[in-house]
């Protein structure tokens, strides 16, 4: 049995405590319940709410080497440690609760998350832990597929064994055990897209090439990569003793930059396709670049319940090009331009241009957010701007409420 630590069991208590109180209760008024295995909230907005009944929820993200001054933690601790991991969980959402004004709430759901490397290492990619930030891929290795040869060898997933498994299994078990039944305890979840584990599987530049000098191969990593997947969620399902969830798709690798519509309706729809018919439903779809080309061919995945629109997307040509009567929009600005840096009459003049644009395309739901907050300025400084920009936007929203005649020329 796992000894807990003093300060665990009080941060535990602390958390329920303030899970209890009226304003969480608000906060979650805000949102339809979802479990899912994200570190970083991305609640959904109940639909119709923002038509209805003018709700606009604000969410504000703080990437963990933020907390590291206040807290003292080592992250390769904490990725490793069920007592550290569930320690450094507690302490940076009861501080972000404090000391953070907007909605995100203190559900009693845990979630166990490995960070980005996750599912490539599921496939023979290398990784590192480090003290003051999350794990990342280990780009001076070699990817373990540097030729068709090496594709037909690679090994199924194994679910107890392969990559960060081991580790998914001793976190998840370390915190049920010390939690018990008082929170939802979710286990490690497959959210990153086919393609963004091709990249590594493949490597990068070997992947974008191949796309040109041989689709077929490509075809074949990513047909490759999909039956993995819903074999792993298979035996997680066996392993929980639980249904197949809806699932999420974190797609930072489309990007207009990188990627354009065509290569996205050749190489990577029919496989986000086939995980939606699979998961019958795609609670979150998320891209941290510029997906306005590709809105169109996004949505016509079918079964998406949220759209991420970035601060790099031009949310008018999405909301042009998609139906957003029936979807919920998670409406992303940029941490540094748009807050961290942002004057009061930018954080407001892009704050109303989002809200009308989506008054005017009649969008369903929304939730707006500023997500990738890192330390910049000193730590006060950063929270005085956070404060500011959800102060900003609470006030933006009740006065494009009361707009009744929505401006038809050019939005500032």
């Known amino acids: 049995m796992v000894q807990i630590p003093d300060d665990v069991l009080r941060l535990k208590d602390e958390y329920l405590t303030l899970s209890d109180s009226d304003e969480n209760q608000r906060r979650l008024r805000c949102w339809e319940p979802e479990v899912c295995a994200r570190d970083q909230w991305h609640g959904r907005p109940r639909l119709h709410s923002f038509r209805e009944q003018a709700l606009v929820p604000l969410e504000v993200t703080i990437q963990h080497p933020f907390f590291l001054t206040m807290f003292g933690q080592n992250l390769a601790d904490v990725y490793q ?18 000391y953070v004004p907007d ?23 290398a990784y590192h832990f480090f003290p003051n930030q999350d794990p990342l891929i280990d780009q001076k290795q070699p990817p373990p597929v540097l030729s068709r040869h090496d594709l037909e060898r690679l090994k199924p997933i194994d679910f ?10 001793h976190l ?43 689709p077929e191969f490509v075809h074949s990593i990513m047909a490759r990569i999909t039956h993995e997947r819903q074999a792993w969620f298979e035996a997680r399902a066996r392993y929980l003793g639980e249904p197949i969830p809806p699932t999420s798709i974190f797609d930072d690798e489309v990007d207009a930059a990188v990627i354009g519509p065509q290569h996205y309706r050749e190489f990577i729809l029919p496989y986000e396709k086939a995980v939606g018919q699979y998961h019958k439903r795609v609670s979150y779809w998320h ?7 590709m809105a169109r061919d996004i949505m016509s995945i079918g079964c998406i319940d949220m759209l991420d629109v970035s601060g790099w997307t ?27 840096d942002a004057s009061p009459q930018w954080m407001e003049q892009r704050l109303r241009r989002a809200l009308r644009l989506c008054r ?43 707009e009744h005649d929505l401006p038809r020329q050019p939005l500032n």
């Open 103 to 125: 909605d995100i709430p203190l559900d009693r759901v845990l979630p166990i998350y490995l960070s980005s490397p996750f599912e490539p290492s599921l496939l023979g990619v």
């Open 160 to 169: 107890s064994e392969s990559g960060m498994m081991p580790l998914a299994h």
């Open 81 to 98: 440690d069920p007592v550290a991991y569930l320690r450094f969980h507690l302490q940076r959402m009861i501080w972000v609760f404090r």
């Open 287 to 293: 891209s941290c670049g510029n997906i306005g080309p």
């Open 360 to 402: 005017r395309h009649d969008v369903s739901a929304i939730a707006l957010r500023v997500s990738g907050i890192q330390p910049w300025h000193a730590p006060g400084k950063d929270i005085e701007q956070v404060k500011l920009w959800i102060a900003t936007a609470r006030r933006v929203a009740l006065e494009v409420t009361k």
């Open 314 to 340: 031009d949310l008018e040509r999405v909301l042009s090009s998609i139906d957003a009567t029936n979807l919920r929009l998670e409406i992303r600005f940029k941490p540094v331009e748009d807050l961290q």
């Open 172 to 214: 998840f078990e370390g915190v049920c055990g010390i939690l018990g039944d008082e929170f939802t305890v979710v286990f490690p979840e497959w959210l990153r897209s086919q393609f963004g584990v091709a990249l590594y599987v493949r490597g990068y530049q070997d992947l974008l090439i191949d796309t040109m000098t041989d």
